[in-house]
Structure formats: structure tokens, C-alpha cells
């Protein structure tokens, strides 16, 4: 059979690239579409060639199905990969391909149909045998009648919008008096995110596993199941981390599901990969009659590395091998598993701060290479991350002989991965990895949210350390800096820490270092050794100043310094005294943007007066709103941008004049 002569990727970002690596491979010439803000990403330099389609928004480009068909003709394109999110699910999609006689790599519009609605799906893999969420799935959605199925199934149930995905329109409900309530809000929810208010009411499942099958079919009749995934550390009913085998996964358990998988995937007569995912009730370990349908996902998985880590395979390539034609290479009994893998979502966001999405600049990002990690990522040092597209870096894969094994390997490998400018998660992950309940295999859905505190999440004390190596950066760059000006014999301005540096203040025991941590002011003390004249050390708060300390890393910004010390990220800022003490304010009273978003609104308008503390504006990014308050008593001078514009990272919103 012939391989598919190219392949134009409908899709970003890790993704793509991973899909571009294998087409390649395969000798496929392989066309990027991209947005203006992925013009300079990796998966646009690694792809023979990059078509543009569009503005930054999605909808404006990764979802225009005719932008990216009309880049399809125009290429001559065999195939369209439409990876992961985006349009992949999307059978309208599927039918424009065909129509236009391109190679869609995924199954069949019908089967992408069938599985697509959570109830219909339900129904149709239950006459098909596979047993499903004891629940309601039919199409009533009156009240009175819901909240009756709700008493006959019995709390607490689970509320979730048929067109559901990615956690949203889903709600817990733990007794009667409750449920209008939630009731309303997840079709309030399932209305605006999907455009369809319907739901359905199951059981909540117990101690909830979430284990999920893949299953691989060809266009010749064959279906086979490459094992389960167990991706129960979630939050937010989004995956954290996931791994393959499931631990403490019984055979005849892993045979009856396998099977179940393969059955629904039948049922809709599907073509290619895709993966059935399951909830199992944990109460007493995993057991062959307790697992339960919960839906297929007609794609490619995020997670699917850990799959190819235990069988061998290349996915990509099989499923661009079925695309073209060819049957499956193998049958069930040829597949065994080789080990444990286990994945690490790696993203741009801060356990700290609710997990709220951090964009901007990488100033620095580095992954180990060592035996067994494999790192997949859509991004390099010097690359922003934006607030338009979901702010995953990277997903770090490692596999081992057992669990253990990969899991040290996985933990090892996240504490030496260094991410600075944007905060990340890889030291929540890398406790994740070493939490005693997870290690021992005693986990389900709810691990992470039980034990928050122990995983570093929410607010934490401020790593003093980290200061003290920040400031001491921060002061041998300065010395550095006038040093070289005093060659350059230029003017120097003053700067906060002021010429005369510490070899002339020897006999002082300590100097001032005014400081922005990480946007909040503090002072540090520049100390002074008594032993070696001319040596000095900073101190903050209970830190010895003269300990043996370390960090994993430094990396300078032209705007302060980024400490990195055990996986967190501290970020150390000169504080100039005559800076108006707001983080969003410069020293011309200009209200700047504080990350990459949408201005939402402008409460004020130029000649207007405003008191210290009142609202000027707000921005919105991923779907957070940001307030921007005045930072004194002031008059506007000038409103710099329109409501409604997409502003950068530092743009200029609003200019004040202050009084004095
Ligand atoms: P979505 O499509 O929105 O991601 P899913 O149906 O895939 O929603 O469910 C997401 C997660 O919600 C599951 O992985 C599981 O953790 C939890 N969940 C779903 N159904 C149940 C249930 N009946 N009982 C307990 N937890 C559930």
C-alpha cells in the first residue's frame, strides 16, 4: 500500500510538532497552518511549509474548517491530521475533507457523529453490551422529572451536559435540596460553552478511577485495544497525570474492559484511533463488574505517549498507515505490555495562585535527556506563551521496568526540567509523583484535591533563599553595570542602590535593598563580612546570609532576575523608591497591561478624577478577569486603548497625571 504523499496538520503546538516528527519519518511532505501568534513556533520551523489562516483567536483560524480546506487544495495536501481539541472531533469537518477528496486521519464523520452526544453514545454502547453509568440519558429535561430520576438513582448523582467535554457543565450533587440548583447552573454552563443546554443524570461513582482504553481499528473489519490508561489524578475533572498500566488492574478486569472497548468501538463502526473512556468504582480495588462507559473520544489522545512507551508502537504512524489503506500490522494476541510509563502534564500556571493560567515570555526551558524520558513540547526558550490557546509547555513521559521505577525516573527528570519567566507546575508534579497515597496506588479522582496542602498548592511563605540569591545577582550586575559606564565615562543616572558600592561602605554592617518580589516590595539587607573586606552577601528575612545555600538555577531578564530553587520559581526586582507603588503603573503614570489579554472594559474617561484604590479597567486572560486600580489620587490624562482590543503584555492602557 502506498503511504499518503503529505499531510497539511490542523493544529499547534506540541502536537503538531509530534505529528510533523513522524510524517517525516515516513517520508510525507507535511504543510503547518498556522495564526499570527504562532508565526514563529516550532511546529511552523520544523514543517516543509506554513500557511498562515488567520488572527490569534481560534475561531479565527485553527477552527475555520474553510481557511484550512482552502490551504488544502491549494497545497495539494493527500491528508489532513487534525491532532488533538480543535477541530478534531468535529464531523463537519471530517465531511469537508471528504468532500474535497483529502484523506481525513481520523474515523469516519459517522462514527465521530454517534459518539458525540454523551447520551446518545450511552445508549448506543449499552445495546451494544458495554455497561454503562446507571442514570438517566433520554431526552426529557424538564425539572420535576430530572430531579425524580435523581431520587430513583439515588445520591449523590452527577449532572453532565450531553454536549459535554473538558469538565464543563458538569455538576456534583450531593442531596434533593440541592439539585435545581445545580441543575440550572450546568445548562446555564452547557449553554454557553456548547451552545446546548441539555444534560444527563448518573450515579456518581465512588471513589472514582478514571481508566480508559485505546483501541486502534482498521478500514478491514479489525479492532484491537492496546490496554488501559489510568488517568485518575485530576483536577477540575482535567487530567494531571496519567500512566499506563493502571496499577492494580486485575488480567481478567484489563481482558473484559479491552473487549467492552473494542465492542463500542464497533458499534460505530470506527476506523483509526481512538480511546473509550471508563469510570471504575475504586471502593474495593479494581474489579471486572464495577467499571462503567463514560464516553469515546473519536482522536488522539494527549496522553497517548505512555500507550506507545508500553506496546512499542508509534501511534502517529499507525494511524497514517490505516488512513492510507493498510490493515493493522498485528492482531491482539501479538500485543503485550513492556513496563510502567507514566506522563506529567507540564503547564504554564501557578499552583499558588489557583492554578491561574501564566503567560509571557520563556526565558529559559530545559529537559533532562536521560534514558527513558521522552519530553514532547511545541515550545523553546525565547518562545511567549500566549493567553489565546490552552498554556501546556510540555508533557514529560518517562518509562521504566515497574511503576516505581518510572515514577522516580518521572520525578527525577521534573526536578531538573527549569521553566522561567511564565510560573509552572513542575514542582506540584514532581510532589504528585512522590505523594506517598499515589506511589502506594491508593488513589482515585479525588487524590489531588484531599491533599492540596501537601502538594504545595495555594499560597506559599516567600522563599527567602531565593531573595537573598536575587538580590545578590541583582547588586553584581549593577557593579557590573557602572563599572562599565565609568569606562565608557558616560553619565550615569543614579540608580536605587546609588554609586558608592560595598567596598566603600565597609565598617557599615548592613545596607538597604529595597526590592519587588515577584510584584510585592520588600526589603532585603545588603551585609557586610568582617573578615573579608569588601565581601558582602544579602540577607532577607531568616535566612543565614553566609549558609551554603543553592539554587537550580539563575536566569537573567532585563527586567530583574528569575531564582529558580526546588522547582519553584521566584522572581527578584530592583524597586526604585520613585516608582509609584503599583505593579501596572511605570514612572510616567501609565497604566500598562499586566499579561497578554483582552481589554474588557474602561470605567473612566480622560479629564476624570479618580481616588486612590477605584477601578480604571479590566483585562481579561484565559478567562480571568484582572482589575486595574488606580494606584493615588489622580487625573486621566489619556485612555491609550479601545474595549474590546486584544492588548499585549505591558501595552499602555491608561496614562495618569499624578498630583504633586
Ligand atoms: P468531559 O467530557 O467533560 O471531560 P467526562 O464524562 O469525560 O467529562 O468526565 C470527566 C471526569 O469526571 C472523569 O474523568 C471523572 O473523573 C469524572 N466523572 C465523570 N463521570 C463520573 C461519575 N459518574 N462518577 C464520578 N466521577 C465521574
Known amino acids: 500500500m502506498e503511504m499518503l504523499e503529505s499531510v497539511l496538520i490542523a493544529n499547534r503546538g506540541e502536537i503538531a510538532c509530534r505529528i510533523i516528527r513522524t510524517a517525516q519519518r515516513l517520508g510525507m511532505r507535511t504543510i503547518a497552518v498556522y495564526s499570527e501568534a504562532d508565526a514563529e513556533a516550532l511546529f511552523v520551523q520544523m514543517a516543509d511549509e506554513a500557511h498562515l489562516i488567520g488572527p490569534p483567536p481560534a475561531r479565527e483560524s485553527y477552527l475555520r474548517i474553510d481557511r484550512i480546506i482552502e490551504v488544502a487544495r491549494r497545497t495539494n495536501a493527500a491528508s489532513i491530521h487534525p491532532g488533538y481539541g480543535f477541530l478534531s472531533e468535529r464531523a463537519e469537518f471530517a465531511e469537508a475533507c471528504a468532500a474535497n477528496g483529502i484523506v481525513f486521519v481520523g474515523p469516519p464523520a459517522s462514527a465521530i457523529k454517534a459518539m458525540g452526544l454523551k447520551d446518545a453514545a450511552k445508549s448506543l454502547v449499552q445495546q451494544a453490551g458495554v455497561p454503562v453509568v446507571p442514570g438517566y440519558h433520554g431526552s426529557k429535561q424538564d425539572p420535576d422529572f430530572l430531579r425524580q430520576k435523581a431520587y430513583e438513582i439515588g445520591y449523590p ?235 501546556m509547555i510540555a508533557k514529560v513521559i518517562a518509562h521504566g521496568a515497574t511503576r516505581e521505577e518510572a515514577l522516580d525516573k518521572l520525578a527525577e527528570a521534573l526536578g531538573q526540567t527549569i521553566v522561567a519567566g511564565p510560573k509552572s507546575n513542575a514542582a506540584f508534579l514532581k510532589k504528585l509523583c512522590e505523594a506517598e497515597g499515589f506511589r502506594a496506588g491508593a488513589f482515585d479522582t479525588g487524590f489531588i484535591d484531599r491533599n492540596t496542602a501537601d502538594l504545595g498548592v495555594g499560597p506559599q511563605p516567600i522563599d527567602e533563599v531565593a531573595v537573598s540569591f ?48 515577584d510584584g510585592e516590595r520588600v526589603e532585603a539587607r545588603e551585609v557586610f563580612s568582617r573578615e573579608h573586606p569588601g565581601a558582602s552577601t544579602v540577607a532577607f528575612g531568616n535566612s543565614d546570609p553566609w549558609a551554603n545555600e543553592e539554587t537550580d538555577r539563575e536566569v537573567e531578564a532585563p527586567h530583574g532576575v528569575y531564582i529558580i530553587r526546588n522547582g519553584r520559581q521566584t522572581f527578584v526586582q530592583t524597586y526604585d523608591p520613585f516608582d509609584v507603588d503599583l505593579e501596572h503603573m511605570d514612572e510616567g503614570g501609565t497604566v500598562k497591561a499586566p499579561m497578554h489579554g483582552k481589554l474588557i472594559a474602561v470605567f473612566v474617561q480622560p479629564g476624570d478624577r479618580v481616588e486612590k484604590g477605584q477601578r480604571l479597567a479590566i483585562v481579561e486572560a484565559m478567562k480571568m478577569e484582572h482589575v486595574l486600580v488606580a494606584p493615588s489620587d489622580a487625573e486621566v490624562a489619556e485612555i491609550a486603548a479601545e474595549p474590546g482590543a486584544q492588548v499585549a503584555e505591558g501595552a499602555r492602557l491608561i496614562v495618569l497625571k499624578t498630583e504633586e
Not at 258 to 264: C, K, L
Not at 497 to 514: A, E
Request: hydrophobic residues 40%; negative net charge.
Open 157 to 391: 448523582v452527577l449532572i453532565k451536559a450531553v454536549a459535554g467535554g473538558g469538565g464543563k457543565g458538569m455538576r456534583r450533587v450531593e442531596k434533593a435540596a440541592d439539585f435545581d440548583a445545580a441543575l440550572e447552573s450546568a445548562q446555564r454552563e452547557a449553554q454557553s460553552s456548547f451552545g446546548d443546554p441539555r444534560v444527563l443524570v448518573e450515579k456518581y461513582i465512588l471513589s472514582p478511577r478514571h481508566i480508559e482504553i485505546q483501541v486502534f481499528a482498521d478500514g478491514h473489519g479489525n479492532v484491537v485495544h492496546l490496554f488501559e490508561r489510568d488517568c485518575s489524578l485530576q483536577r477540575r475533572h482535567q487530567k494531571v497525570i496519567e500512566e499506563a498500566p493502571a496499577p492494580g488492574m486485575p488480567p481478567e478486569m484489563r481482558q473484559v474492559m479491552g473487549q467492552a472497548a473494542v465492542e463500542a468501538a464497533r458499534a460505530v463502526g470506527y476506523v483509526g484511533a481512538g480511546t473509550v473512556e471508563f469510570i471504575a468504582d475504586g471502593r474495593e480495588g479494581l474489579r471486572p463488574d464495577r467499571f462503567y462507559f463514560m464516553e469515546m473520544n473519536t482522536r488522539l489522545q494527549v496522553e497517548h505517549p505512555v500507550t506507545e512507551a508500553i506496546t512499542g508502537l508509534d501511534l502517529v504512524e499507525l494511524q497514517f498507515r490505516v488512513a492510507s489503506g493498510e490493515a493493522l500490522p498485528f492482531a491482539q494476541e501479538d500485543l503485550a505490555i513492556d513496563g510502567h510509563a507514566v506522563e506529567a502534564r507540564l503547564y504554564a500556571e501557578d499552583p499558588e495562585k489557583e492554578f491561574l493560567p501564566s503567560t509571557g515570555k520563556l526565558w529559559a526551558l530545559e529537559f533532562p535527556e536521560s534514558e527513558g524520558i521522552r519530553i514532547d513540547t511545541g515550545v523553546e526558550a525565547g518562545a511567549e506563551v500566549t493567553p489565546y490557546y490552552d498554556p
Open 470 to 517: 536575587g538580590a545578590s545577582a541583582l547588586i553584581s550586575r549593577e557593579i557590573e553595570r557602572l563599572r562599565m559606564a565609568e569606562l565608557q565615562k558616560s553619565d550615569e543616572p543614579s540608580s536605587p542602590w546609588s554609586m558608592p558600592d560595598g567596598f566603600q561602605l565597609l565598617g557599615l554592617r548592613s545596607v538597604g535593598v529595597p526590592l519587588r518580589v
